[in-house]
């Protein structure tokens, strides 16, 4: 700034004061420019100008000219083309006109009667500098502001739960058009019911004075309906000298619909790549089916029948039975989309699911799985059916890397080793999934968990399983590391531990849960007579089955093969329980439902179902009615029906 020469627009009427103050600038030795003006329409019309001489380093301005006096004449400097910096000249009687001059703008004043130039230099190069500062703050803020107005996030400053600022991005995700319908109200009125609990604590810990950052998740309710779900990052904030929030959100509501689908599509390509070992699995019990039951027909047919010998086969086909309801029930429960809460299971369960599923292939390839489970029984929090996704794309890479491997691993025998270790200290499981089938390539290490990446060729993946299992993994607390091991590969999965111990009970899913039965001679036969019972199936073989069954037991029974006729029977003859199928053609069962509960609000319906669906959900029944629904998994128990009509019968049709 020393070797800078400084132009001065120098705005005087008298002309001795002018003479004074160019003086005593020359004095001080420093190099300055200056024009004088005498009045100030002459000084806006160069401020005005265009080009070099327009421009200058500060105004040194007298407020009493002839044509202009006051502050007025301050403002009409500033908006000139060319504004610069502005020192009051004034006498030493009107020191309030230089104060309220510094109130309108100018950077500082001088007293006329100058005690020498160092005097006013300082002036000027302190004006200088102050207006510099100024300007620089000026396009900081406009530059921070424009960064936070056209920033991709929600910004937001709260003060407590008040809403101080919210920027344009903030009313787009929470569906307003202006900042007046947000600004001043409590953000906690548009938070979900079940995330206030967590932003309240946060907003707590800031209003307290928590210095720290914050990282949450929050659904929120638009006005259009709308949830929206906002990964935050919070920091702590001062608003009018209080501690207040500041919080930055991005809306994922369609990332994580995204993820889902990912997720799903794994899943189903999972399945996809097992459709052998899975016909496999249902062809075994088939196969003890068929060969049952053509031994029973082999009785009638040589005139030879055992009773003893038919029961005991019976048995068999309805045990075979049971057997291929479960491995049809666990696929339907791991293909369908996750949308349950997070909740404590039993790892060791996903673990025995997944090695169930990919067993059987190991077995045909000649390879051998190893479970090694922990010292301790123990729960993560998470979903049991998205760890067996994890676990099954493990396993099945270590089966296909050994298959590809082929000779080495078969010369000492393809091993997987799914091993389970609890880290007291941290709290941590680890479960490792080993297999000797030659490791990763080390280039391929950092690539492994990225989408559509695949060491395998063409046609046998899709590079989506390690990618979404890394995904869900994190989303649960956790994280996968990828190493190798000895002559193989190692995947391990470290989950945060909800629960340690051994006195655990069983999780609620591995329960056998069934209806208490009422034994036929518990059960007063002239009392089951009286409960007309409609029974509707469109298969009609299932719907004869049951029909002849309960009137066997002393049931008075109707049967439909649809909706329409049911609706039809129970005008004639109106059923005190129904037991009805859902998905069926003319009318399904839950139009037949909502038609026979219009008539009677206190009949109970057993519901038949073999889809998941419907198993959560049977029937759109919202009009509160008297009785219940109960829901029976396909295939049927009919024993279990008999027993869940019978306590239906007792308490509701007295």
């Known amino acids: 700034m020393a ?114 130039g160092r005097t006013i230099r300082r002036s000027i190069r302190y004006a200088i500098e102050r207006s510099r500062a100024e300007r620089a703050l000026k396009e900081s803020e406009e530059r921070y502001r424009k960064l936070v107005e056209l920033a991709p996030e929600l910004i937001s400053i709260l003060s407590g739960e008040e809403i101080t600022y919210i920027n344009q991005q903030g009313l787009t995700i929470l569906g307003a058009e202006d900042t007046t319908e947000l600004v001043g109200r409590s953000f906690m009125e548009m938070v979900n019911p079940s995330s206030r609990e967590i932003l309240s604590e946060y907003i707590e810990r800031y209003r307290n004075g928590y210095s720290g950052r914050a990282d949450f998740v929050i659904m929120c309710n638009r006005p259009d309906g709308e949830t929206v779900e906002l990964e935050v990052s919070a920091i702590a904030f001062t608003h009018e000298g209080a501690p207040a929030m500041l919080m930055l959100a991005e809306d994922v509501t369609e990332k994580r619909k995204v993820e889902r689908q990912l997720v799903q599509t794994s899943k189903l390509a999972t399945l996809g790549e097992m459709a052998a070992s899975v016909a496999h699995e249902m062809n075994q019990p088939l196969n003890v089916i068929r060969m049952a039951a053509d031994t029973c027909a082999l009785q009638y047919d040589l005139d030879a029948v055992k009773p003893a010998f038919q029961r005991e086969r019976l048995s068999l086909i309805s045990g075979q039975t049971e057997r291929m309801s479960e491995i049809i029930k666990h696929l339907q429960i791991y293909s369908r989309p996750d949308d349950d809460d997070f909740a404590p299971f039993d790892p060791m369960k996903a673990v025995g699911r997944a090695v169930d599923m990919i067993e059987h292939d190991c077995r045909l390839s000649g390879i051998m799985i190893d479970v090694v489970p922990p010292a301790q029984m ?42 389970a270790m609890i880290d007291q200290d941290e709290k941590f499981l680890k479960l490792a999934v080993n297999d000797n089938g030659g490791g990763v390539p080390e280039a391929a290490i950092d690539l492994l968990f990225h989408p559509f990446f695949t060491t395998k060729d063409v046609g046998k993946g899709t590079g989506l399983g390690l990618s979404v299992s890394y995904g869900i993994v994190e989303a649960m607390g956790g994280k996968i590391d990828v190493r190798n091991e000895g002559d193989g590969a190692c995947f391990e999965v470290t989950l945060p531990v909800a629960q340690i111990g051994k006195e655990l009970e069983a999780d609620g899913d591995e329960a056998v849960v069934k209806s208490a039965r009422i034994h036929a001679d518990c059960v007063d036969r002239a009392g089951r007579q009286a409960v007309r019972v409609l029974v509707v199936d469109d298969e009609i073989d299932a719907m004869e089955i049951i029909a002849a069954y309960l009137e066997a037991q002393g049931y008075s029974v109707s049967a439909a093969t649809n909706g329409e006729d049911a609706l039809a029977i129970a005008g004639v003859m109106q059923p005190t329980i129904l037991i009805t199928d859902i998905r069926m053609p003319h009318m399904d069962g839950n139009s037949l439902v909502k038609a026979l509960r219009a008539r009677n609000p206190a009949m109970p319906v057993i519901v038949m179902t073999g889809h998941p669906g419907d198993a959560e959900r049977p029937v759109d029944d919202d009009d509160g009615a008297d009785a219940p629904v109960m829901v029976m998994p396909k295939p049927l128990d009919l024993q279990e029906l008999l027993g869940t009509l019978d306590e239906l019968a007792e308490v509701y049709c007295e």
């Open 3 to 116: 070797d800078q020469r400084f132009r001065i627009l120098l705005v005087e009427d008298n002309p001795g004061d002018a003479f004074l103050v160019r003086t005593l600038l020359d004095e001080t030795g420093d190099p300055f420019d200056i024009e004088h003006c005498s009045d100030l329409t002459s000084a806006l019309t160069i401020l005005n100008g265009d080009g070099p001489g327009a421009r200058f380093d500060v105004v040194l301005l007298d407020l009493t000219l002839p044509d202009s006096s006051g502050v007025e004449t301050i403002r009409r400097v500033r908006s000139c083309a060319n504004s610069a910096p502005v020192v009051v000249l004034t006498g030493h009687k009107d020191e309030e006109l230089a104060f309220e001059a510094l109130q309108h703008g100018a950077e500082d004043y001088l007293t006329k009667e100058f005690p020498d």
């Open 378 to 419: 123990c729960r993560v929090n998470g979903r049991q059916v998205q760890l067996e996704q994890v676990l099954v794309n493990m396993l099945t890479n270590a089966r296909d890397a050994i298959n590809e491997n082929g000779d080495d691993a078969n010369s000492i025998g393809g091993l997987i080793r799914v091993s």
